[in-house]
C-alpha cells in the first residue's frame, strides 16, 4: 500500500466529524432501511432485479439501438459513444452552437466520471451545479464522498463558511437557513440557465424514455426551464421494459436513502413544451466508457447490475470510518473500487481494494444482487496476475504453507515474545510492530499446539468417524478449542482424527489475490481431509469451514482447473461447521447437554463468514440457550470485529476502531459473557477485551458447551 | 385506500384533506388563501394552472381575489407564493401525487412556487406504481411527473429540511365528484 493511500486513510480516521456524521448515519440507515422495507419481500424483488439487468447487460447494443430508435421518434437526438472524450466534445459542440453561457446540473454522476464541469468550465461556460450536496462540494472545490450524499463529510459550520462567503455576509450554522440561501442564490441561475445537464437513472428501450429521481426538486426545474436538455446516461441503466421501472423505482428510493420513494419522479420521453412554446432540444448521451467491455467479461458482467443506491457505502465497517474521499475522486465504496477499476483503470484499484475486509455485509443488501466481495477479489486476483505477489508476502506464504516450519517458526517467536508475554496475551510488540498489539492484545503462542496436543489425548474407538480441520489458530493459539471438540464428539459416539499432513486453508493467499498458492493448499488438504473415510469434516473456524466447503471449488475454477474439483465437491459435502453439526446431534438426541441450569447473561457475536457465507447464525444461540444462558443481544451483533485475518495486520488503523466498536457494543449489553463461533473474532475481540480491561469473558461457542455437556 | 394514501403522504410531510363537492373544495382554497395572506404582491400572488377544476366550478367567483391569476409564465410562476394544480391520480401505497405534465405550466406552478395546492379527484387513487404504469404510457404522455411531499434534502449533516429547490409545501385536496384528467 502506497504512503500516500495510508495517509489519506490516517487523516480521514482521525477526521472526527467525518467519522462521527458517517457512523450516526450508518446506524440509522439500517434501522430506516428495514422499515422501508416492511412487507416487500427483498429477495424477491432483488432477484428481478438482477433478473433484468443481467438481462440488459447481456443485450446492450440491442437496447441501445431500440432506445435510440424509439427516444428520436419522440424528437430526441441520441448520440452513443464508447469514448468520455466524445461526450464532452459533443455536450461542448452543443451548448457553443447554441451560444450557451450557462449551464445548470441536476447531480449526475456519469458526469463526475468524465470530469465534465472543469472541461466546461476551461472553454468559457459557467456550470452550476444544483443538487444541494453537488453545490456544496463544488464551492468547496472537493469531489464527492458518497454516490448519494455528496457532502457527507462536511459539518454545518463548514458549509455555512462556505455560504457565507459566497453571498457575503456571515451566516450562522442554521441548517435551515442555510437551506434557504441555497434556494435563493441558486434560483436565479436556475432562470437564467440555457442549457440543463442531467444523469438518468433509468433508461427505457422499450419506450425511449428516461427517469429522473430527486428529493430537492431540481431535476424538474433543470428540465423544464433552460430550452436545452442533455441527459447523460450510463448505458448500464437501460432496461428492457417500461413496466420494469416500476421494479427499480421499489428499490432504489428504499436502499439509497430509506424511502418509500423520492421527493420527484419524472419520467420523459421526447421533446417536451418550453415555456415560450418551442420545444425542447432534447439530447441524450448513452455513454459506454467500458461498460460493453464489463459485460463480456463472465466475472465482472453482474457489477452492471448496479442501480447506484450506495447501500453497499452504507452498511460498509470501513466505509463509515474511512469516507469516500479516501477511494478516489468519483465513485467510492465498495461498487466503487469496482466501477474505479474498469472506467478509470485497474491499477487505479491497486490500493483501494485492500481497504475491503471480506465481511460480507454489503452483499447481503445489495438490491442489484452484485457479489461485491467476490469482485473486489478478483480485481485482487487479477492485480496479483499482473503484478505478480509482493516478495514479502510470497515468503510468507511459503512459510505458511510449510506446517513444521510455520510452527517451529511460530514457537521461536513465542520464546523471543516472552519478555512482552504476560499470561495468555502479549501485549506489546517492539518498534514496527507495535501497531499490532495497538488497542488488542495478541494471543500467546501455545507451548504445545494441537497437532502434538491431539496424540496424547485417548479417545474411545467409536465407529463413526470424524476429521477434525483445526486451522492455524487453533493448531497453534487455541489447542484448548480442538480439545474441546474432542470431548463433545466423543459424547456423541463420533471418533475425531486429525490427518496430521493437513495445512493452511488457503484464505490468507486467495483473501490477497495470489489463488496458484490457494489452489496448492486446497489440494494438499484434499489429500490430507479425504484420505480416510470420515462422515463428517469439522472445522472451528468459519473462514476455514468456508475455503473448505465454498472456495477450494470456486478457486478451482477461477484458474480453470478441472483435475481436483469432483473431491473438492466431496469434501464440501463432507465439511459441517460446528454449530451445525452439534445442533443436529443435539436435535437428534445423540448429545444432551446439562438441563435446568441458570448460567447468566451471555451475548452473541456474529461472525462475518458464519453469518453471511454459511447462513449459520440460530444455531448456536439455540445450543446457548438450551445450555442454559440468557440471551441478549448486543447492537450490530453481525457486524464484522474488524479481525478480517491478514487485514488487522494490513490496517490496524481501520481494524481498530471497529473492534472498538464493537467492544462497546458488548459492554453495552451488561453481559458477562460474549460468545462467538471463530476463532479469529476471538483472537480480535478477547484481545480488545485484554486492553480494555472489561471483565467480560470472550469464549467459542464450542468451550462453553463442552462445559455443559450432560455426563 | 384513501386512508392508507393520506397516512403515507402525511409520513413525509403533505397535508391532506377530502371533500365531497368541488364547491367544498373551492371555499377550503379560497380560504386557505386568505389565511396565508394571498396578496397582489411579489412573493404572495397565487398561480393557478388550466386544469378541469376550473371548468366545473364558478369561475366569475374567482375574479375578485387579488392576486390569483390563470396565466402562467415562468417569471409570474418564479415570483408566486402559490401554485395551484390538478395532479390525475395518487398512488396510494407511497402517498405520491401523478401528473401528465406534458404542458410546461403544470411543471411550473408545482415547482417554483412555495406552496403547491394540489387538487385530486378521489377517483384517481390507485394502489401503487404498476397499476400507474399499466395506465399511462409514455407515447400519450411525454412528461410523466410524480411528487411524493414537499421538497426535501438531507444533503446537511443528514438534517431533513424541507424546501430546496421545489415547494415548502404540499397540500392536497381529494375531490370526490371531481371528474377529468384520469
Not at chain 1, 12 to 38: I, M, P
Not at chain 1, 365 to 370: A, E, R, Y
Not at chain 1, 426 to 443: E, N, Q, V, W, Y
Request: net charge negative; proline share 4%.
Amino acid at each position: 500500500m502506497g504512503t500516500e493511500f495510508k495517509e489519506s486513510i490516517h487523516k480521514a480516521v482521525n477526521n472526527a466529524n467525518l467519522t462521527g456524521a458517517l457512523g450516526k448515519f450508518s446506524e440509522a440507515y439500517k434501522v430506516n432501511r428495514a422499515k422501508a422495507y416492511e412487507g416487500i419481500d427483498f429477495e424477491e424483488l432483488r432477484e428481478r432485479i438482477a433478473e433484468l439487468k443481467s438481462y440488459a447487460a447481456s443485450h446492450l447494443d440491442e437496447l441501445s439501438e431500440k432506445f435510440t430508435q424509439n427516444a428520436e421518434a419522440f424528437g430526441a437526438k441520441v448520440f452513443r459513444t464508447n469514448d468520455p472524450a466524445k461526450v464532452r466534445e459533443y455536450i461542448l459542440k452543443v451548448a457553443q452552437d447554441n451560444s450557451v453561457k450557462t449551464v445548470i446540473k441536476s447531480k449526475s454522476m456519469a458526469t463526475e466520471e468524465i470530469h465534465l464541469n472543469p472541461y466546461l468550465e476551461s472553454a468559457g461556460i459557467e456550470v452550476e451545479e444544483t443538487d444541494l450536496g453537488e453545490w456544496i462540494i463544488q464551492l468547496a472545490g472537493q469531489t464527492p464522498s458518497h454516490m448519494v450524499m455528496p457532502a457527507i463529510h462536511m459539518t454545518k459550520e463548514e458549509v455555512s463558511d462556505l455560504f457565507s462567503k459566497e453571498v457575503n455576509e456571515r451566516l450562522t450554522s442554521d441548517i435551515p437557513r442555510l437551506v434557504k440561501v441555497a434556494r435563493e442564490q441558486l434560483r436565479p441561475a436556475f432562470l437564467a440557465a440555457d442549457m440543463g445537464i442531467s444523469g438518468g437513472n433509468i433508461a427505457v428501450a422499450e419506450t425511449g424514455s428516461i427517469v429522473l429521481m430527486t428529493n430537492e426538486g431540481n431535476a424538474r426545474l433543470v428540465t423544464s426551464l433552460p430550452k436545452i436538455h442533455i441527459a447523460l446516461v450510463g448505458i448500464e441503466k437501460l432496461i428492457e421494459k417500461y413496466a420494469d421501472v416500476a421494479t427499480i423505482l421499489k428499490a432504489l428510493p428504499r436502499s439509497a436513502t430509506a424511502q418509500l420513494l423520492t421527493s420527484y419522479v419524472s419520467i420523459i420521453t421526447g421533446q417536451t413544451p418550453n415555456c415560450d412554446g418551442s420545444m425542447k432540444d432534447l439530447h441524450i448521451i448513452l455513454m459506454d466508457n467500458r461498460r460493453s467491455e464489463m459485460a463480456a467479461d463472465p466475472k465482472f458482467k453482474q457489477a452492471l447490475q448496479c442501480i447506484r443506491c450506495a447501500s453497499c457505502l452504507n452498511v460498509c465497517p470501513v466505509f463509515r470510518l474511512v469516507g469516500g474521499h479516501v477511494f478516489g475522486k468519483v465513485y467510492t465504496g465498495g461498487i466503487g473500487t469496482i466501477l474505479t477499476a474498469w472506467f478509470d483503470e485497474l491499477k487505479k484499484s491497486e490500493d483501494i481494494q485492500g481497504l475491503c475486509i471480506q465481511c460480507g455485509a454489503c452483499k447481503d443488501v445489495c438490491p442489484g444482487k452484485i457479489d461485491i466481495p467476490e469482485l473486489i477479489m478478483e480485481l485482487r486476483r487479477r492485480l496479483v496476475q499482473e503484478q505478480g505477489v509482493p516478495l514479502l508476502q510470497k515468503a510468507i506464504y511459503s512459510v505458511v504453507n510449510n506446517r513444521k516450519l510455520f510452527h517451529g517458526m511460530l514457537r521461536a517467536a513465542s520464546i523471543a515474545g516472552k519478555p512482552f508475554t504476560s499470561g495468555k496475551f502479549i501485549r506489546h510488540l517492539p518498534l514496527f510492530l507495535a501497531d499490532l498489539t495497538d488497542g488488542r492484545s495478541l494471543p500467546a503462542i501455545a507451548a504445545e499446539p494441537f497437532r502434538d496436543r491431539f496424540k496424547k489425548i485417548i479417545q474411545p474407538e467409536l465407529k463413526e468417524k470424524a476429521a477434525f480441520y483445526a486451522g492455524c489458530l487453533i493448531d497453534f493459539a487455541y489447542p484448548e478449542m480442538g480439545a474441546s471438540l474432542i470431548k463433545i464428539m466423543n459424547k456423541a459416539g463420533i471418533e475425531v482424527i486429525f490427518p496430521d499432513d493437513q495445512t493452511c486453508c488457503g484464505a490468507p493467499a486467495r483473501y490477497n489475490g495470489a489463488y496458484e498458492t490457494a489452489a496448492g493448499n486446497a489440494v494438499d488438504n484434499i489429500k490430507a481431509l479425504l484420505r480416510e473415510d470420515v462422515t463428517y469434516v469439522i472445522s472451528t473456524c468459519p473462514t476455514c469451514t468456508v475455503a473448505l466447503k465454498h472456495e477450494f471449488i470456486s478457486t478451482f475454477e477461477s484458474l480453470g482447473q478441472s483435475d481436483w474439483l469432483p473431491q473438492a465437491r466431496i469434501l464440501s459435502d463432507k465439511t459441517v461447521d460446528f454449530s451445525t453439526l452439534v445442533k443436529k446431534l443435539v436435535d437428534g438426541g445423540r448429545l444432551s447437554l446439562k438441563e435446568g441450569q441458570k448460567l447468566g447473561t451471555i451475548t452473541y457475536h456474529d461472525s462475518c463468514h458464519l453469518k453471511r457465507t454459511l447462513k449459520v447464525s440460530e444455531q448456536p444461540r439455540e445450543l446457548l440457550q438450551k445450555a442454559g444462558y440468557e440471551l441478549t443481544e448486543m447492537f450490530e451483533c453481525d457486524t464484522c470485529c474488524g479481525m478480517g485475518g491478514s487485514y488487522s495486520l494490513k490496517l490496524p488503523e481501520i481494524s481498530v476502531p471497529i473492534l472498538q466498536r464493537k467492544l462497546s457494543n458488548i459492554k453495552d449489553t451488561g453481559a458477562l459473557i460474549v460468545a462467538m463461533d471463530c476463532p479469529g473474532c476471538v483472537m480480535q475481540i478477547r484481545g480488545g477485551m485484554d486492553q480494555d480491561g472489561a471483565d467480560i469473558k470472550v469464549r467459542h461457542t464450542i468451550e462453553l458447551l463442552a462445559e455443559q455437556l450432560d455426563m | 385506500m384513501y386512508q392508507q394514501f393520506k397516512a403515507r403522504a402525511e409520513g413525509v410531510g403533505a397535508e391532506v384533506s377530502r371533500f365531497a363537492t368541488n364547491a367544498e373544495a373551492l371555499g377550503f382554497i379560497l380560504q386557505f388563501l386568505q389565511n396565508e395572506a394571498l396578496a397582489d404582491t411579489p412573493q404572495s400572488t397565487a398561480l393557478w394552472a388550466d386544469c378541469p377544476f376550473l371548468a366545473q366550478v364558478d369561475r366569475q367567483t374567482l375574479q375578485q381575489h387579488r392576486g390569483l391569476t390563470f396565466e402562467v409564465t415562468r417569471e409570474l410562476a418564479a415570483d408566486a407564493k402559490f401554485g395551484i394544480s390538478q395532479m390525475e391520480w395518487a398512488l396510494a401505497d407511497t402517498g405520491s401525487l401523478v401528473q401528465n405534465s406534458t404542458a410546461v405550466e403544470q411543471r411550473l406552478v408545482s415547482s417554483l412556487s412555495t406552496i403547491h395546492i394540489a387538487l385530486v379527484p378521489t377517483t384517481g387513487i390507485l394502489p401503487d406504481m404498476p397499476a400507474l404504469l399499466a395506465r399511462v404510457h409514455p407515447k400519450d404522455c411525454a412528461y410523466l411527473a410524480m411528487i411524493t411531499g414537499p421538497s426535501r434534502t438531507a444533503d446537511i449533516e443528514r438534517v431533513l429540511t424541507i424546501g430546496v429547490h421545489g415547494p415548502e409545501r404540499l397540500v392536497i385536496i381529494f375531490v370526490d365528484e371531481l371528474r377529468g384528467g384520469n
